[in-house]
């Protein structure tokens, strides 16, 4: 079966520091990978989505970028961190014939002081 | 561009209440449309979905229709129970090129008090 997964689940780091979100999939190849925000009280905005190794398209130009170094791996990063990047961090996928329903993981709690 | 609006929330009621949850959207072509759900502290889950005008999506007594007339996919559930409170969320696909992309509305919290 097809399971995602993401890590850290939780995170606190100063402002001005780096990131590093992982995401993997696993039981499916190829799939398009997406991330999401979600601020506090608010719905999901769509920062990264991507449809194979090395290819990357931008929804908002902002302070983080996503790198996609293996078929099923899909990273999100910031060089340093602002305040305004504190949410909850989710990743999805499609794949195969469900190209038209996105299946979320558990999401990334960060926090920035 | 597309969007999608939701009633706004909270919305609260008593164990065993009717629900309904308005959802319109505005967009080119034939959408997709979705429900999900979001637990407290937990990403989102597929509840339900629906690909053409007047088809009915249904899952764990939660159903939407399709309304290409109206533009709407309302979320209605004939008994609700406290395990239901949760963020629900409205969405319709965006079938562009490349990788198929959601657009949500902002959610709806639904508390259910026994």
């Known amino acids: 079966s097809q399971t995602i997964h993401q890590w850290p689940a939780t995170l606190v780091q100063p402002v001005g520091s780096p990131l590093s979100l992982e995401c993997t999939v696993e039981?499916?190849?190829?799939?398009?990978l997406y991330w999401y925000r979600q601020a506090a009280g608010r719905g999901l905005q769509l920062l990264f989505y991507?449809?194979?190794?090395?290819?990357i398209s931008s929804e908002v130009p902002q302070n983080l970028s996503a790198s996609r170094p293996q078929d099923r791996q899909f990273i999100l990063s910031s060089k340093k961190l602002l305040l305004s990047d504190s949410g909850f961090y989710l990743c999805?996928?499609?794949?195969?014939?469900?190209?038209?329903?996105?299946?979320f993981g558990p999401g990334t709690r960060l926090t920035v002081l | 561009g597309n969007s999608v609006t939701q009633m706004e929330g909270p919305v609260t009621l008593s164990e065993e209440a009717f629900l309904t949850i308005n959802c319109t959207y505005t967009?080119?072509?034939?959408?997709?449309l979705f429900w999900y759900v979001q637990y407290p502290g937990e990403g989102l889950q597929l509840l339900l979905k629906?690909?053409?005008?007047?088809d009915k999506g249904s899952n764990k007594g939660f159903e939407a229709t399709y309304r290409k007339e109206t533009t709407s996919f309302h979320l209605e559930k004939g008994s609700v129970q406290v395990s239901d409170s949760a963020v629900y969320f409205c969405?319709?696909?965006?079938?562009?090129?490349?990788?198929?992309?959601?657009?949500f509305g902002q959610g709806t919290r639904l508390t259910i008090n026994p």
């Open positions: 967009a080119t072509g034939y959408p997709s």
């Open positions: 991507s449809v194979g190794i090395g290819q």
């Open positions: 969405a319709l696909s965006d079938r562009g090129q490349g990788a198929q992309k959601l657009v």
């Open positions: 039981g499916t190849s190829n799939p398009n």
């Open positions: 999805a996928f499609t794949s195969g014939s469900l190209l038209d329903t996105q299946y």
């Open positions: 629906a690909t053409k005008a007047d």
